[in-house]
């Protein structure tokens, strides 16, 4: 990995608050059960999730993950949610990839010159759903 030569820049703290219109993906009679939700969030190598939420299709989370960052003009978040199931693989109900400046609040050499203050972002999933989160990025000196 080409990290690991590298310092982080910054540290990235997400706090995944909560997401909205969750669907299984699955079109027989069960489609309309409720689901089990957790998210999973991915940067650089390192996955963390949240815990799963009992039947709700609209899960309020809010569990906050810490993660570093190399180079924030380049890296990308990972976001992918899972149906927790007790009996079959856990299914994917929604994912995305997006680029960190794309969620920035500001252009990030703009960013740059200020000091850190969490911003809350709706981020669009494949199929229509949304996951709401509050980012807070720590630049380190």
């Known amino acids: 990995h080409e990290h690991n030569s590298q310092a982080a820049v910054a540290h990235l703290v997400l706090v995944v608050l909560e997401a909205h219109d969750l669907k299984s993906p699955t079109t ?40 570093s960052l190399y180079d924030v003009a380049k890296d990308i978040i990972h976001i992918n949610i899972f149906d927790n199931e007790f009996f079959s693989p856990n299914e994917n109900i929604g994912y995305t990839s997006i680029h960190l400046i794309d969620i920035l609040p500001c252009s990030l050499d703009i960013f740059l010159t200020q000091p850190s203050r969490p911003f809350i972002q709706t981020i669009y999933l494949n199929n229509g759903a949304s996951v709401i989160m509050k980012c807070t990025i720590q630049f380190l000196l």
């Open 28 to 67: 027989t009679v069960e489609r309309h059960r409720s689901l089990n939700p957790y998210c999973e969030i991915t940067v650089g190598s390192l996955t963390l999730k949240t815990p799963f939420m009992k039947r709700t299709n609209n899960p309020k989370w809010n569990t906050s993950m810490q993660f």
